[in-house]
């Protein structure tokens, strides 16, 4: 009896140990981005596309208030409301004590430079298909940007999820290396992938999310309920979305659908950010949503 | 007996007052229709700018003109306390409309600026009606960000 009481406690004990292991906040390897130095012209394409600004500038900013990124916009969720940080270059109360590689950790796998991870509100599960090349570059871009000392405000989160270690397993679950679109023949597709996929991060919405709250991927782009509650966000496969692709590409650039009505609620800030990117990267978008096969699922 | 004859009357009254809604129909109908002829003239020179459809330089100027003229429509008869979403069904303009009539005012008068520069651009060629398509774009959106609640 004793020798099997042992046994499940040495047999509990390993388990928690794995566990423990297994949803360590996994950093990026040290020497990754030695030698490279940022291009902060470059970045603020990257920024753009990214749309750090829209979730990141002070609620109801305008203009160029919207590159001060003080944060304080909420997000309510399934699991609580999260409240985006300062990420200003304020070395105090944004981020402006971070090196190159925190910035990497963070936004490429969701790990705080004191080792903690940080909530998939912020999308690195996107951003972790980030480019290195156009990391460094948001970073440099990033310092350029004006300080802002508001303090950030800490997250509205219930237990058990206010357990920050908990996302190491979710991390297990919902964060992968693949792209969903696994076959890109050319170009134009790889760049549409690429700011969909990565920068853009367009599945945090229009993908269905499970009970865990992570993307459904065999659900891709197939649309999802709107998160504050009310009214749906719509697929953009071929068979809910029969824009051509121009007319997705014109949307992008001016927010008019081709009836003419004018985009509103959170694609007003997309399109903003959309109109400034170059025509090219609006057309890629819009003919990787039209290779999409209907339904979601992928080969 | 009089006087409470007097009394049930007033609160009868008083009662189906209160239970008859108002009847906003007419002004939903006209606020409606005013996006709506929006949106065709906003067709003709978007089709333009896409390359969908030939430079036509009258029919330009007319959708343009006429954008103008609706963002002349005085708006304040047309958006009742009342008769947002939050009271009634059928419209989707939000309660902030009347929180912030001044600011909703600024942005109809927005759409205006962005319509009378489309006046000059509609003689430009597509080339100029692109970047003019854009600013009326972004009035449009400006409005609806704040005061237009979700499709459903």
């Keep these: 009896m004793r020798k099997a009481i042992g046994i499940v406690v040495l047999a509990a004990i390993a388990a928690a140990g794995a566990g423990w292991a297994l949803t360590a906040p996994k950093r990026l390897p040290e020497a990754r981005f030695t030698g490279m130095t940022g291009d902060p012209a470059a970045g603020e394409r990257v920024f753009t596309a990214a749309g750090c600004a829209s979730c990141h500038h002070a609620p109801d900013a305008s203009g160029d208030d919207k590159l001060v990124l003080s944060g304080g916009q909420r997000f309510a969720s399934d699991f609580g409301t999260f409240v985006a940080p300062n990420i200003s270059p304020d070395p105090e109360n944004g981020i402006g004590d971070w090196g190159l590689a925190d910035f990497a950790n963070a936004v490429m796998r969701g790990v705080s430079p004191s080792g903690q991870h940080l909530y998939p509100a912020f999308p690195y599960t996107a951003y972790a298909h980030m480019r290195d090349k156009d990391v460094v570059d948001l970073w440099a871009y990033l310092l350029t940007l004006p300080a802002s000392e508001t303090p950030s405000a800490p997250h509205e989160v219930g237990f058990p999820f206010n357990i920050r270690r908990g996302v190491g397993a979710w991390k297990l679950l919902y964060m992968s290396d693949d792209w969903v679109m696994g076959d890109v023949p050319d170009a134009q597709l790889e760049r549409g992938r690429y700011l969909v996929e990565a920068l853009a991060h367009c599945g945090e919405c229009h993908t269905p999310r499970d009970g865990l709250g992570g993307l459904d991927a065999s659900a891709w782009l197939t649309g999802a309920p709107n998160p504050n509650g009310r009214g749906s966000i719509p697929g953009l496969t071929p068979d809910r979305l029969d824009w051509d692709a121009g007319s997705i590409a014109y949307y992008l650039e001016s927010g008019f659908t081709p009836d003419y009505d004018s985009a509103g609620g959170h694609m007003v800030a997309v399109v903003e950010n959309f109109a400034k990117l170059d025509p090219a990267d609006r057309e890629a978008v819009a003919a990787y949503l039209k290779a999409l096969p209907a339904g979601g699922e992928m080969d | ?152």
């Design chain 2, 1 to 152: 007996m009089t006087r409470l004859l007097t009394a049930v009357t007033a609160l009868s009254l008083g009662l189906s007052g209160a239970a008859i809604a108002q009847d906003y129909s007419g002004q939903l109908k006209a606020r409606q229709g005013q996006f709506r002829i929006l949106a065709i003239n906003l067709g003709t020179l978007g089709d333009i700018a896409q390359g969908k459809t030939e430079y036509d330089a009258e029919a330009a100027q007319a959708a343009a003109d006429s954008l103008v003229a609706v963002s002349m429509i005085h708006q304040q008869p047309l958006w009742p306390e009342g008769s947002s979403e939050m009271d009634m069904d059928g419209t989707r303009a939000k309660a902030e409309i009347w929180d912030d009539w001044e600011d909703f005012g600024s942005k109809w008068s927005a759409l205006g600026e962005a319509a009378t520069a489309m006046q000059t651009a509609a003689a430009g060629g597509a080339e100029a009606i692109g970047p003019a398509m854009g600013a009326l774009g972004g009035a449009c959106k400006a409005c609806h960000d704040s005061y237009r609640a979700p499709r459903n």
